[in-house]
């Protein structure tokens, strides 16, 4: 079964330095990988994802992912942290079936950057 | 262009009752997803549609269903509310069916049952 995992409940970050939020996945062939954020009482905003190509993928506010196909892992980055980067993260899997899939997520991740 | 919309934004029930939550998507999508967010699940898939017919369903009971329009704008119905169906309900659009798209997340319906 397809599995998405987030080891941290909580990372927090001093602004100006760098952040790192882990994701690791199980799947059958080839992932599908995303990454979201959620802002209070707000939905989800899509950041970056992972179909194939380059292992580092560029997204939106300066963040950045890493594939790693040996760990099986898709971490999300930024080099330099603001407060305003505070908010829950969550990572996603896609399923893909012959018609339509879904989205498996993570159980996600706070993100507290402190000034 | 206009985001995800979704109505009512926050809505309070009894158990036994039922109610129908509303997402108009993003124009031009084709694809309406929903899912249930909830502190101790997580989110969890319930249901896709794309060109009004339902693709694929997630783990939940048949209380719980949906529709399409054929102006892409979705619904979905949980009927016999029970306290554990409170929760954030998040519709999401993207312009083709597959999760390989990005979806677009509305503000989410606060659904709390009593």
């Known amino acids: 079964a397809q599995s998405v995992a987030q080891p941290e409940d909580q990372v927090n970050v001093a602004e100006g330095n760098p952040l790192t939020v882990k994701c690791t996945y199980s799947v059958s062939g080839n992932p599908y990988l995303f990454w979201y954020v959620q802002y209070p009482n707000r939905g989800l905003q899509f950041l970056l994802k992972y179909i194939t190509g380059d292992n580092l993928v560029k997204g939106s506010y300066g963040f950045e992912a890493e594939f790693n196909k040996s760990q099986t892992s898709f971490h999300l980055k930024k080099p330099s942290a603001l407060v305003s980067d505070s908010a829950l993260y969550f990572c996603a899997v896609a399923m893909i079936y012959n018609q339509g899939g879904k989205l498996i997520f993570g159980q996600g991740t706070e993100l507290s950057v402190k000034p | ?114």
């Open chain 2, 1 to 114: 262009k206009a985001g995800v919309t979704q109505t009512p934004r926050y809505l309070i029930k009894t158990r036994g009752q039922q109610v129908t939550l509303s997402c108009s998507p993003i124009s031009g999508h084709r694809s309406v997803s929903w899912y249930q967010q909830t502190p101790g699940q997580g989110l969890q898939f319930l249901f896709e549609y794309f060109s009004e017919t339902q693709r694929n369903k997630g783990n939940f009971p048949g209380r719980f269903s949906g529709r399409q329009f054929s102006n892409s704008r979705s619904e979905m119905n949980v009927s016999t509310l029970e306290l554990g169906d409170s929760a954030l309900y998040l519709c999401a659009s993207s312009l083709g069916q597959g999760a390989s798209y990005e979806q677009y997340f509305g503000p989410g319906t606060r659904l709390t049952v009593t």
